[in-house]
């Protein structure tokens, strides 16, 4: 099924075309408007005249969280604040946040991304969604939120946590569709099938909206089987909109990008060159419609690669692989490139593992020490108390083939772990720069 066939379909050469037309109004747009892209672009000698078409994006100065950063609050808007009618704000772990603001026109185009994603996964006006991201700054709630609503679902704005009362509404009200973290959504299918008040069987679920951060194939069988759904991910962030700048289609084989309205490239994140089609590298962005805070040649810090071959679906829109990990959450342990997701791969090829690990490097000694706790299962932990050497054993190689570096792995009690109803928290790095 699909909410905009006509887009989604497009020919390659007429959405080339129409990126063109949308780039050079955007880059003319923004000269004008922003005192930040006037000077970059003079900085840089490129003048708007000087971009016919999406060919020459690659003349465009990139743009970094730091620059957003230093124009805060609302340096970098495109248009006045009379015309903004909403603000989001991403939650930085340091420093300022980076404050969005969104005309009427960006938060159609907006739901338009979400609606287009959630129709791709089966819902439909008839469907009962329940939208377990937080509402507030954060974009998810009210991303999901405004593209259920744009399809005319049935919404329950449930923001997170309150499992139980999650759990409650779920199976009462018939919910069909979930939209919540993938990490939260694993806690709500546990919590599921320990609690003595629900059963699956009681649940209507069809179809989840996975998204906000990093989950793997694996995370995916293991939602799917807990929760009887189809589980899709879902993707976007802050400083080009929110949820929905793509998501993948029913084949579940990449994330479709609305190209239409954001523009993708892949470059070197240390040359800045742009890489052929299909390798790996830092994402970049240009929004191609938005007028409240548009952002040119912005550096995601995402890692992943483009697929341009076409999909079975029959969507043209580029399709990304499953985010590898950021630049800035890579972690370096004695010399070697380690990311969350390839861990939590590995785990989630044990059964005895429920699938929460954390990670913890410190430094001792002037060596990186890499401790990785893991989480079992309620119905496999009281079995193999006082028996965990042969599963440490069997993880422990498994990581070291994977990773190429030794990992102290310790297995811990269920829900052992601190949860966390919006992103997960996976890694606690202790060393001292
Ligand atoms: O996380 C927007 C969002 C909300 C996306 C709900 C999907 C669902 P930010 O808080 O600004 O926005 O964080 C953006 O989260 O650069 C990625 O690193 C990560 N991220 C978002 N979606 C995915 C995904 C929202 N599907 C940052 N897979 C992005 C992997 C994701 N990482």
């Not at 009427?104 to 287009?116: K, M, N, P, T």
Request: proline share 5%; net charge negative; aromatic share 8%.
């Amino acid at each position: 099924m699909m909410w905009n066939p006509e887009m989604e379909c497009m020919p390659r050469p007429e959405l080339e075309r129409l990126q063109s037309e949308r780039l050079v109004k955007i880059v003319k747009y923004t000269y004008d408007n922003v005192k930040f892209y006037h000077d970059r672009m003079d900085f840089a000698g490129v003048k708007p005249s000087d971009i016919k078409g999406i060919e020459d994006i690659s003349k465009l100065p990139f743009m970094s969280k730091q620059d957003l950063r230093d124009y805060y609050p609302t340096g970098t808007f495109a248009a006045p604040l009379s015309e903004i009618v909403r603000f989001h704000a991403s939650s930085g772990t340091t420093g300022k946040p980076i404050v969005a603001g969104y005309t009427q026109h960006d938060l159609e185009c907006w739901s338009e991304g979400v609606a287009r994603c959630l129709t791709a996964y089966g819902i439909t006006k008839e469907d009962i969604v329940q939208v377990a991201y937080g509402y507030g700054l954060f974009t998810g709630g009210l991303g999901a939120h405004d593209g259920a609503t744009r399809i005319g679902c049935s919404v329950l704005p449930a923001s997170s946590g309150n499992t139980a009362k999650q759990l409650m509404l779920m199976r009462d009200l018939g919910v069909t569709a979930l939209c919540c973290t993938p990490s939260y959504a694993l806690f709500l299918a546990e919590s599921l099938h320990k609690s003595e008040d629900f059963k699956l069987s009681d649940m209507h679920l069809k179809a989840g909206a996975f998204g906000a951060e990093p989950w793997s194939e694996n995370m995916r069988a293991e939602l799917e089987e807990k929760l009887g759904i189809k589980a899709y991910d879902i993707y976007g962030l802050t400083e080009v909109s929110g949820p929905g700048v793509g998501g993948e289609c029913e084949c579940q084989d990449g994330t479709h990008i609305w190209e239409d309205m954001f523009f993708p490239e892949i470059i070197d994140p240390q040359t800045l060159k742009p890489l052929p089609h299909g390798d790996q590298g830092e994402l970049v962005f240009t929004t191609l419609t938005k007028e409240g805070m548009p952002v040119i040649r912005y550096r995601t810090r995402d890692l992943t690669s483009l697929n341009y071959a076409p999909c079975k679906c029959g969507r043209t829109a580029v399709r990304m692989n499953k985010i590898m990990g950021r630049t800035d959450d890579m972690l370096i342990i004695r010399g070697v490139n380690v990311f969350p997701t390839q861990i939590e791969s590995v785990i989630m090829e044990f059964a005895e593992c429920n699938g929460q690990y954390l990670i913890t490097v410190d430094r001792v000694d002037n060596t990186d020490t890499f401790r990785l706790d893991i989480e079992l299962r309620s119905e496999c932990y009281g079995d193999m108390v006082g028996q965990f050497q042969s599963l440490i054993k069997a993880i422990t190689g498994r990581i070291s083939s994977v990773i190429g570096i030794k990992c102290d792995v310790h297995v811990v009690e269920p829900n052992a772990i601190e949860r966390s109803a919006g992103k997960a928290k996976h890694v606690v790095d202790l060393r001292k720069i």
